[in-house]
Nanobody, 125 residues
Framework: QVQLVESGGGLVQAGDSLRLSCVAS????????MGWFRQAPGKEREFVSA????????YFADSVQGRFAISRDNAKTTVYLQMNSLKPEDTAVYYC??????????????????WGQGTQVTVSS
């Protein structure tokens, strides 16, 4: 069973940057795609970004394209989400997730079988 722990959230102003980290333990994730999702109060959890197992394929929601970057360091079993030019609408709890080994759509929550506890990102205007 893999455990995922996110960190790096906080309160920032619009235009600032944050880097989220997701550290995996308990199981090797080197061959799993990983994703980031977010959930704002009263809204459904939504896809933000995903990265395939070797980092050669990366996917972004339209709302964050050009502002966010995703990367991974398999030696450190860590996935990162670099968030630049943050906007108030980016305010949410951000979750890291592991794509199930059988694969699936990167964009769907039900393709992922392990989730972190989330880290709060709040962007003030």
């Amino acid at each position: 069973q893999v455990q995922l722990v996110e960190s790096g959230g906080g309160l920032v102003q619009a235009g600032d940057s944050l880097r989220l980290s997701c550290v995996a333990s308990g199981r090797d994730i080197s061959f799993n795609a990983m994703g980031w999702f977010r959930q704002a109060p009263g809204k459904e959890r939504e896809f933000v970004s995903a990265i395939n197992w070797n980092g050669e394929a990366r996917y972004f929601a339209d709302s964050v394209q050009g502002r966010f970057a995703i990367s991974r360091d398999n030696a450190k079993t860590t996935v990162y989400l670099q968030m630049n030019s943050l906007k108030p609408e980016d305010t949410a709890v951000y979750y890291c997730a592991k794509l199930r080994s059988g694969g699936g759509s990167y964009y769907r929550t039900d393709s992922y079988d392990a989730w972190g506890q989330g880290t709060q990102v709040t962007v003030s205007s």
